[in-house]
């Protein structure tokens, strides 16, 4: 049997962490459902680069499409997985010590022929995202689908290949390289960061 290694072990010693069956599963449906209602009622939008007033739209960086989440609409269909990013701030500052005060996420889609090349999701500016989270809605998800999730280490080498199950949570730091492979089918997912008080640079 593998050995079990704890979410504060795995951020501190490989830099991420995968944790599948990350939800129930009522609640894991629940999401497919809203994000797939969201796609329907035309609430997505192409997703941009860079930061505050500096962002623009880049097809050949990035072409998904993004609906952000606000959590204090108190939309019950959001709070579980909310309730979820919130504990999980609280055991990594409890054993990290990492100054984690608040949390942001969006539903994000892939389209078929849908990418996001190599990246960071830290900005140089602020500074404020520390760990970059992302959950998987999606069913029966098969290798020749596509859009794995590939993170990178600090001599920019190929870490891991991550395929994007359904229930199924990775987090990681946010300064790490990683880049999402081109889908070749319609890819679900909630993006996001916890975060620090900024440092404005």
């Not at 329907?40 to 505050?52: C, E, T």
């Not at 990775?170 to 997912?189: K, N």
């Amino acid at each position: 049997m593998a050995e079990q290694i704890s979410i504060s072990d795995a951020i501190y010693q490989r830099g991420f962490h995968i944790i599948d069956n990350f939800l129930g599963d009522e609640d894991y449906r629940t999401l497919q459902m809203t994000i797939q209602q969201r796609q329907q009622d035309g609430s997505f939008r192409p997703a941009k680069i860079g930061h505050l007033q500096d962002k623009t739209h880049n097809a050949n960086i990035r072409n998904d499409q993004i609906f952000w989440l606000d959590k204090q609409e108190g939309n019950s269909d959001i709070n579980t997985y909310f309730s979820q990013l919130e504990t999980l701030c609280e055991t990594l500052n409890r054993t990290l010590y990492l100054g984690l005060v608040d949390y942001e996420a969006h539903f994000a889609i892939y389209q078929p022929n849908h990418f996001y090349k190599k990246h960071i999701d830290q900005f140089s500016t602020t500074q404020d995202r520390r760990i970059s989270c992302v959950y998987y809605l999606n069913e029966q998800w098969q290798t020749d689908f596509g859009g794995e999730l590939i993170l990178y280490d600090k001599e920019d080498q190929p870490l891991i290949n991550i395929m994007p199950l359904g229930n199924r949570f990775v987090c990681f730091e946010s300064d790490m390289p990683h880049e999402v492979c081109i889908s070749y089918q319609t890819r679900y997912s909630i993006a996001g960061w916890l975060k620090v008080r900024p440092i404005m640079m």
